[in-house]
């Protein structure tokens, strides 16, 4: 599960970028043109203006930031998916996945809202510091499909200790559930208390389990929306 040396990712990129444009043509009299002319533009084609009739997209970059990502967060580059924030990845998970979907309330609203109402399950303590136990949400996921657990929960600050997430993760998983944590506050809970599910082995060992993170909550990088998707499951990453 070792991670390709970015080195050896940058001169891939290179050779691939050099046989597209051995394998162009000039943009004259292609539908380059013919687009250029449409917006008002007179002005001769230069050589380097190019058209290739096999491209129809922009390339991607996202096995270079995955690559990236998992470098930073100790995980393999085929369990990580980077997105726009966290929210992107929210959504792509939960309309990838089937079944009903288990939510504790309140918590971050964007996991309610990418599911449709036959589909969500949801679960109040009725406390006033909005707490629960890991015997009620194992009590409370023995209805649904998928279970979510943002930890530290928001907006209560509701805080489950690492020995009680990856009991209640591994006795759901031995039940058949899958199991997204949300550890996109992780960063701010009480330093000694602190922990994170992104390790390579236990995410291998362990494929229903998701593991999304808010890089930018954490950083505060002004303009930036990054989020992490970790999972061992290879064929959903």
């Not at 995955?66 to 990845?89: D, M, P, R, T």
């Not at 792509?92 to 979907?101: D, F």
């Not at 890991?134 to 009590?139: I, Q, R, T």
Request: proline share 6%; aromatic share 6%; hydrophobic share 40%.
């Amino acid at each position: 599960g070792s991670s390709v040396p970015l080195h050896m990712v940058g001169a891939t990129r290179k050779a691939s970028a050099l046989a597209i444009w051995n394998s162009s043509i000039a943009a004259s009299g292609t539908p380059v043109e013919t687009y250029l002319r449409s917006r008002g533009i007179t002005l001769p084609i230069p050589e380097s203006i190019r058209f290739h009739d096999n491209l129809t997209h922009y390339p991607s970059g996202a096995r270079v930031q995955s690559q990236l990502a998992a470098k930073s967060f100790g995980i393999a580059s085929a369990q990580a998916v980077v997105g726009n924030g966290a929210a992107e990845l929210i959504a792509l998970l939960l309309g990838e996945l089937q079944g009903t979907v288990g939510v504790p309330v309140p918590t971050f609203g964007e996991y309610s809202a990418r599911v449709s109402p036959e589909r969500l399950k949801t679960f109040s303590s009725g406390r006033p510091d909005c707490s629960y136990t890991v015997a009620e949400l194992e009590s409370f996921a023995s209805g649904v499909d998928v279970l979510v657990l943002v930890n530290p929960d928001n907006p209560s600050g509701h805080f489950l200790e690492k020995a009680e997430i990856m009991g209640l993760v591994d006795r759901l998983i031995a039940k058949g559930k899958r199991v997204i944590v949300d550890e996109s506050f992780v960063d701010f809970a009480d330093p000694g208390i602190g922990f994170s599910l992104l390790d390579e082995a236990y995410l291998e060992s362990r494929p229903l389990l998701c593991v999304i993170k808010s890089v930018s909550k954490s950083y505060g990088v002004p303009g930036i929306r990054l989020g992490i998707l970790a999972t061992g499951d290879l064929a959903l990453a």
